[in-house]
């Protein structure tokens, strides 16, 4: 499926559509956001805890609080 | 207009709060000003969407008599703001056409608090729709334009705050921040923005574009004023589950305290390579400048561009499309057509990635918060890396996610440290410059005090636009 179908499929998942051009400006933005899941991704840090396996050294917060952490 | 009201109108807060202490001179006599300056100036700009006429000269009546009868407040009493059109309060359209006629049941949580400070409401400023769909020429609220310069945009979201403060329309004007929206249009102005730390001001009532990135927060002509009024609208809100219930300091208390000694971290990463010299060099200067006034400039090693846009805007669009899922899905062809294609974006963004960006974001946070420790005191780097656009006839597209919007602002706003934004200069095509300093959490009165230091060895501040 081309990076049109595919947006097309996971925003019907949605029930939101959009037309054959909205799909074309999505493109160039949708190709940058997978390039950025991988820049996002290299950038966290994990410790080697077995062969292949790591312990993320970092915690998702889902509500920020600017005053915890820091402390290392 | 006389060269005694054009003086008064471009005063700031400090000193008309003053005056109006002394009884030298009215709240009616302010609020009939900015009345008169919004009637002549703003079919140029279209920096307010409702001006509240008979609300606001009522307010001003009732502050006068409050006054006279010995009952002053405080600074912001009898002093005359624009509140951004994403706040509850009266007709509130969010810069959105299916919100043209909505009108809010009541004050928010911000609002109420500066009303009760004493500050009088002229009335809503624009916004870029729901804070992030740039205007062009045929959005249906049509775009503030820039008072430097009539064909640029005055920046966003926050558009009608800072070109109505920065033209002499009101003394401040309330905005919010969920990438830059703050500092970037103040920036594109030629004022102060400061976006307080995550939590300082509450955000109930005002409508959310990306819960864990929003705040809100004023924007001044000069450093005092944008203390002054942080110091009426910050504190605990139990309406807003981010407040920070923490103490509120005396915002000012630093202002006017020499900077020698005082470490300054730049965080060349993000900027070095990319920033247009248009903008680099104004910014230099104040690099200088803040050395020359007793500043040690130190480097702070932190991410680059491209990591900072990885973090920001994935995040902030996935809740952004959490939503306006349902106005999308009801009203989407009644919005800006990039403005519904951004909720889209968002949309297309998976749970793991989102639960990757929060990870990444506490790691740059603990990284920043271990140099404001150890090696610097201050944080500093340029607000944006592009001159402010013209004003678009054509939809945009997607162009905040694009690798070459290189604004500055968000590394603040997903670490959630104070940031302000001060002006330092103009480019080669006239138009404003300007440079943030942030700090540690909660500590607002570090940052204007080195903001203060350098806008006052400066002429920056005492510059405005000629309408």
């Known amino acids: 499926m081309d990076k049109k179908g595919i947006m097309a499929a996971k925003l019907a998942e949605w029930n939101v559509s959009l037309t054959d051009s909205e799909l074309d400006q999505l493109v160039p933005a949708y ?36 005053e915890k952490g820091g402390s290392k | 207009m006389t060269v005694a009201a054009q003086e008064l109108a471009y005063a700031s ?20 000003l900015m009345l008169s300056r919004i009637e002549e100036f703003d079919a140029k700009l279209h920096s307010y969407y409702t001006v509240f006429t008979n609300e606001v000269r009522a307010a001003a009546r009732q502050a006068e008599a409050e006054i006279q009868r010995g009952q002053y407040r405080n600074p912001l009493h009898g002093i005359p703001i624009g509140i951004k059109d994403i706040y509850e309060s009266g007709r509130t359209t969010c810069g959105s056409k299916p919100l043209d006629n909505y009108v809010a049941a009541n ?24 804070a992030y769909g740039f205007p062009t020429t045929k959005s249906y609220f049509g775009p503030t334009r820039n008072p430097w310069n009539l064909g640029h945009d005055a920046g966003g979201s926050s558009s009608g705050a800072a070109a109505s403060t920065a033209s002499g329309l009101a003394y401040a004007g309330m905005g919010s921040c969920t990438g830059g929206s703050i500092r970037w249009p103040a920036q594109a102005c030629g004022i102060v923005g400061l976006k307080a730390t995550y939590g300082r001001v509450s955000r ?6 990306s819960w864990s990135l929003d705040h809100t927060g004023p924007l001044t002509r000069t450093v005092t004023d944008a203390a002054l009024v942080l110091q009426a609208c910050a504190g605990y809100d139990p ?55 007793g500043a040690k400039i130190v480097d702070v090693p932190t991410i680059t561009l491209d990591q900072l846009q990885a973090i920001e805007w994935p995040g902030l669009f996935a809740e ?5 899922l349902d106005n999308v899905r009801n009203r989407g062809n009644d919005y800006n057509p990039h403005a519904k294609l ?38 500093m780097l340029p607000t944006a890396g592009f001159q402010i656009n013209h004003i678009a006839d054509e939809s945009p597209g997607l162009s905040i996610v694009a690798t070459s919007f290189s604004v500055y602002t968000p590394i603040f706003n997903f670490t959630g440290f104070p940031a302000i934004q001060v002006p330092c200069g103009f480019d080669s095509d006239g138009l404003p410059v300007g440079f943030q300093i942030a700090g540690k959490p909660f500590d607002e009165p570090t940052i204007c005090q080195v903001a203060h230091a350098y806008e006052q060895s400066t002429v920056w501040h005492t510059q405005h636009p000629n309408l």
């Open chain 1, 31 to 66: 190709d940058n956001l997978l390039r950025w899941q991988e820049v996002v991704h290299s950038m966290l840090r994990s410790r080697k805890i077995a062969d292949g396996m790591i312990f993320p050294e970092s915690e998702p917060l889902l509500m920020y609080s600017p």
């Open chain 2, 13 to 32: 807060i400090a000193e008309v709060s003053e005056k109006v202490k002394r009884r030298e001179v009215s709240p009616i006599e302010l609020t009939e």
């Open chain 2, 107 to 130: 004050d928010c949580t911000a609002v109420k608090k500066l009303k009760e400070a004493g500050a009088l409401v002229l009335g809503k400023t624009a916004t870029y729709e729901f």
């Open chain 2, 204 to 209: 109930a009532g005002v409508y959310p574009l």
């Open chain 2, 239 to 293: 309406n807003d589950p981010a407040s920070a219930n923490v103490p509120v300091p005396n915002f000012a208390e630093k202002l006017g305290r020499d900077i020698k000694g005082l470490r300054v971290g730049l965080l060349r990463s993000v900027y070095e390579d990319n920033c247009d010299v248009k903008l680099l060099g104004p910014y230099n200067e104040a690099v200088k400048q803040l050395a020359k006034l």
């Open chain 2, 320 to 324: 952004c499309a959490a939503i306006h």
């Open chain 2, 342 to 379: 951004f909720a889209a974006y968002g949309l297309l963004v998976s749970g793991a990635h989102y639960l990757m960006v929060q990870r990444a974001r506490a790691q740059v946070r603990d990284d920043l918060l271990q140099a404001l420790a150890t090696t610097a005191d201050v944080l």
